[in-house]
């Protein structure tokens, strides 16, 4: 079975990012006992891995570096956001132990999204926060195999998710 649109994929791999003084620095290890579980074509992953590992079968390498572009975007100043401390208060009290710089929170912008954004700085008066996705602006080397191969069944493809074995119990 080779790797395909509405397949569920199941990869083990090492993630590694270019750091700020061009080294490679590992950043994430997916092991064959635990891989990483998705369906291919809704994985939310970028679009350019998904077309790197296209085509791949059960037990087969691969290894490959994907650019800022090609991942995801570039780091974006205007992302960067001061916001003010009051929205952070529950029952008129900052959570403490929710506002730690670099914890991530999710919020909920003008038009309904919801996005993640991690906490960069916190005075009196505002909460630094920056909403780019963790690994905007690296380049990032995925060297890894897959572990297994399945069609998805009709209700994982509704749901936009897989169901049992390293995915959704419900
Ligand atoms: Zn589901």
Redesign the pocket.
Known sequence: MKIAANQVVALAYELSIMNDTDEWQMVETVGEDQPMYFIQGMSGLPESFEDKINGLAVGESFDFTLSPEEGYGDYDMEAVAELPIDIFKVDGEVQEDMLQVGNMIPMTNEDGHRLMGQVVEVNREFVLMDFNHPLAGRKMHFKGSVINVRPATA??L??????GEG??E?
């Open positions: 209700e994982e509704d749901h936009g998710h897989v169901h995915g959704v419900h």
